[in-house]
Every structure is written in C-alpha cells, then in structure tokens.
C-alpha cells in the first residue's frame, strides 16, 4: 500500500487530532503517503485532499476539534454519491482510508470497503456509544468537563438550597450521564436505558428533604425530555426552587485528556498496521486495554452493555 487518507467525521470528539497525527506519522514511517481529507464524507466526495508530511500534525496533539474539518453527510448512504467518491479517491491513487468517528461514520467506512477502498474506522464520538469498544476517543475529556461543570453547579445550588437538573449529552447512551453522576454524587440520575419515572424522582427529592437535604442535583441524559419542563414540575410539586442547565457543547471542545491521547495514538497507529496487513470493513476496538478489531458490521450490531453497576453505585451512594 503506497497512500492513504484519513478524515474525521460526524461530531468533533477531542483526541481526533491526536489520532490524525498517529495515523500520518505511523503510515509515513512505513513509507506510505498519507492525505487529509478536509470535512469528512463531504470533503471525500469534493476532492478536498491535502497531501500530510509530518510537519503537518506537529503541536495538534494536544488541541481540541479536528484540524481536518468534521461534517455530517447522510448523502453518502446513495450509492452514486459513493461512486463519485470512489472516482474521486483513484485519480488521486488513494487506496485506503482511516474513518475516524461514531457509527455513522463506521457504515459509510463499511461501504467503501465493499466497493474496493479499503477503510478502518477509528472510534472517535464523546458519546461512547460504539458497543464493540470499552472506550471511544473523547468520551474521557468530554466525562471530566462535565464533572467540572456540575461541582461549579453544586457551589451555586447548594448555596441557594436549590434542585438543578443538568442536561448531559450523550444522544441514546447514558455512559456520561452515569460516569459524571458517579464522579460528581449526584442525588439522582436520569439515562435513555433505565427510563424516566417521574414519580420515583419526587419521592427521593422528598424522602432526602423531609431528611434535612436541601440542595439537588439532577443528572439528565439528554433527548428524554424538555429539562426546563423536568424543572418547573420539580419545583411545581416539591416546592424546591429549580433550574435547568444544559451544559451543550462545551462538552465537545478542549484539550484532550492525556487518557484520550494515548487512546488516539494507539488507536491511529493501529488503524494504520490493519490497512498495511490488506484489512478493510474492520474497526479498531479496546477491550481489557488490549487493542482488537472487528467487523463493522458486527460491531454496530453488538448489543450494547449499560455500566448498570455503575448506574446503581451511583443512586446507592447519593
Ligand atoms: O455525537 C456527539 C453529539 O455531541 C451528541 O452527544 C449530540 O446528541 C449530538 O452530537 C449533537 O449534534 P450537533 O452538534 O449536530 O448538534
């Protein structure tokens, strides 16, 4: 193999940076030439291509976003707009690709393979909601900024004895929503996979209260409900002044935990040795801290395993 791309796409995640550098400097140690594929599926389709030397990743390690651009291309499902692509990519001589996002990205990836361009998917959402992998490459940074925005949360509330519901993303995995909530000691904690049930949430905010508590915090996963709703019928029924807060896409942005460089590194790395063994169709996976790889496919068909020990740790404690 002689040139590859890679490209970043879906919703930003920090530490794609960090894996576009692992994914340049590893292939051009071996001899392989590496292109950028400015924004995502949309670039590949436009023949935004900008050849990368390793100058090219320098101090992108530990920056936030992608330098490459990120875009969401639901277009790409059509077949024709994927021939176009494909065309694009030989008159460049690109024979492979690195995708480098969530799970929309993967199935555009397992396309491309099927019609001859080999590609490895990389798993870079904050979401961490790609079942084959224990992590996925921002999830970390994205968990320690929401853990800093709800201690900020808890001074404020707890000073005016109020109940805060804080929005987390996430779209329908709870795994921020439950690992900020174990980190931060929430008193309750809403996720997409155990549901909403608003009367149990009004008898533990009365429970704690008649106890003496006077502050709340509310974790909430985010597309359950309107949370400024969730608020007014907290305060409605408990009589605990309430608000709403959604933290929205702060979550996305910053440098990179050092978890999620190492992660990013190894993962591009990686992503890199399988294009060079003639691997297409396959994604890059951690489980036990050891690196694997799986058909895409397979893995987006995985059932996805709920952290319910963590989820119930965290109601246990509060
Ligand atoms: O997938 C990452 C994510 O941030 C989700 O948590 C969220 O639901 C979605 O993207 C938001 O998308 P957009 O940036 O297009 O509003």
New binding site residues.
């Given amino acids: 193999i002689k040139r590859i791309g890679v490209l970043t796409s879906?919703?930003d995640?920090p530490g794609m940076n960090a894996a576009v550098r692992a994914v340049t400097r590893q292939a051009l140690q071996h001899g392989i030439e590496v292109y950028g594929i400015k924004n995502g599926f949309a670039g590949l389709v436009e023949g935004n291509y900008k050849k990368l030397e390793s100058y090219d990743v320098s101090e992108k390690l530990n920056r936030g976003g992608t330098f490459l651009g990120s875009a969401?291309l639901p277009e790409f499902a059509d077949i024709e707009v994927r021939k176009i692509a494909v065309q694009k990519l030989k008159e460049h001589g690109i024979e492979a690709i690195v995708v480098i996002g969530?799970d929309g990205s993967y199935m555009g990836a397992k396309k491309l393979s099927e019609m001859g361009v080999n590609c490895i998917g990389v798993p870079g959402?904050?979401?961490n909601?790609i079942a084959s992998t224990e992590y996925t490459i921002g999830f970390d940074t994205a968990l320690n900024t929401v853990v800093d925005s709800i201690d900020k949360l808890r001074d404020t509330t707890s000073s005016h004895y109020r109940c805060s519901v804080v929005e987390i993303?996430?779209?329908h995995c709870g795994d921020?929503t439950t690992y900020s909530g174990l980190a931060t000691g929430v008193e309750d904690l809403i996720v997409p996979e155990i549901g909403l049930d608003l009367e149990l949430i009004i008898s533990r905010i009365e429970r704690a209260k008649a106890k003496g508590k006077r502050h709340f915090i509310i974790a909430l996963a985010?597309?359950m409900t309107d949370s400024h709703e969730l608020a007014k019928t907290i305060q409605k029924r408990t009589g605990i002044e309430t608000r709403a807060t959604i933290i929205g896409?702060v979550?996305?942005g910053g440098s990179p935990t050092a978890f999620d460089r190492i992660l990013a590194s190894r993962m591009g790395a990686y992503a890199v040795q399988l294009l060079s063994e003639g691997y297409g169709g396959r994604c890059v996976s951690i489980r036990g801290n050891e690196l694997v790889h799986d058909d895409i496919y397979e893995a987006l068909d995985m059932p996805r395993e709920f952290k319910e020990d963590v989820y119930n740790l965290c109601k246990k404690l509060s």
Avoid: Y
Wanted: charged share 35%.
């Fill in positions: 879906g919703g995640a969401r969530g959402t904050i979401d909601d993303m996430g779209r921020l985010e597309l896409h979550q996305r």
